[in-house]
């Protein structure tokens, strides 16, 4: 298998590359690009290039989170993990809150391979932060194959199925699905990986405005008090996110645009509101505050200086990328917004 994918097994191999994607075990295998050997690129001349993190780790490590601005990636050589089998063993534990929930993920990095939590994001009070911890590893023993059965919404939701009472119902049913004393079995490796991609056209959930995506990553030694300050954000602000995931990073990563750094990271998925983009903004005011980062492959809001605070690599960046494209070719909606590519 890869040894590192995100959330779903829709992403494109190139897609994984140009975000340096991180997946449920950050810690213990790094992100996307520390397993490439390789890659193609055509750039903005039209000449193919290979490159290497050995022969050329400017350009490599450019291409590498460099979100599409240094040129196209054609092929690229991966170093794959053998398995043992089809499966992982899993555990299930309730965190009644968000202090409980960070010592089990510090306690996941060397007790578990994957770890990943899913939390509720509009608990208030003494249960802020409570959630469900699942750890896994590989497991020897398999489990049957059997095709994945996809249930798909067939319609956009109205907008009071995401109300907040509704949502708030939905993630106390969530929460109280496991045991008070957890639960281990065996799961299917792409069941554990990409849960999601088992409900087709799941943005239909959000209704027809759809939803903002974001994910922040919050340093170790102000972990707890940021991440509490972006839950109550979301909590006060009345942002009914029922899905939203909490993991632990480990090193920091390689791309001069990478997002890992060491930490723990909370991804949002908010409904798209009047007040949507004032809590993007408090949410962007927040991470600064707490020396956190912003993820640029979920990022709609983000402000050029915010970006220029978060990824200190940037004009290194800027560099190599002015001197692969010097006409400035490549660009995106997000690269102007954020300057990526320079004034």
Request: aromatic share 8%.
């Amino acid at each position: 298998m890869l040894p590192v994918t995100p959330g779903t097994g829709f992403a494109t191999v190139g897609g994984a590359i140009a975000n340096d994607v991180h997946g449920k075990n950050h810690d213990a295998d790094g992100s996307f690009g520390a397993h490439i050997a390789w890659i193609d690129l055509l750039t903005a001349s039209g000449d193919l290039r290979r490159l290497t993190p050995e022969e050329t780790p400017r350009e490599f490590w450019a291409t590498v989170g460099g979100a599409g601005l240094t040129g196209i990636i054609l092929a690229a050589g991966l170093r794959l993990l053998k398995i043992p089998s089809n499966a992982v063993s899993l555990s299930e534990e309730r965190m009644p809150d968000l202090a409980a929930f960070l010592n089990g993920l510090r306690a996941a990095r060397s007790a578990a391979r994957f770890s990943v939590g899913w939390i509720d994001a509009l608990a208030s009070g003494d249960r802020i932060g409570r959630g469900i911890l699942e750890t896994a590893d590989l497991s020897p023993e398999g489990v049957p194959v059997t095709p994945r059965k996809t249930k798909a919404i067939p319609v956009n939701l109205p907008k009071f199925c995401l109300s907040r009472t509704n949502v708030k119902l939905f993630n106390a049913a969530y929460y109280h699905r496991i045991p008070r004393q957890g639960r281990q079995s065996l799961r299917a490796i792409e069941q554990f990986l990409y849960p999601l991609d088992a409900l087709a056209q799941w943005n239909r959930l959000y209704g027809k405005p759809g939803f903002s995506q974001f994910q922040a990553v919050i340093p170790d030694a102000a972990a707890e008090t940021g991440l509490r300050a972006l839950l109550n954000a979301v909590s006060q602000g009345g942002s009914a996110s029922f899905l939203a995931v909490l993991k632990t990073l480990g090193a920091e990563g390689q791309g001069l645009l990478s997002f890992p750094q060491p930490g723990f990271t909370l991804a949002l998925d908010l409904p798209r509101r009047a007040e949507t983009g004032a809590l993007l903004d408090r949410l962007e005011a927040i991470t600064l505050d707490h020396g956190g980062r912003i993820y640029l492959a979920k990022d709609s809001a983000l402000s050029a200086a915010g970006c220029a605070r978060m990824y200190p690599r940037l004009a290194e960046f800027q560099q190599i990328a002015a001197e692969m494209d010097p006409e400035g070719k490549f660009a995106s909606d997000q690269s102007r917004r954020l300057a990526l590519r320079g004034a």
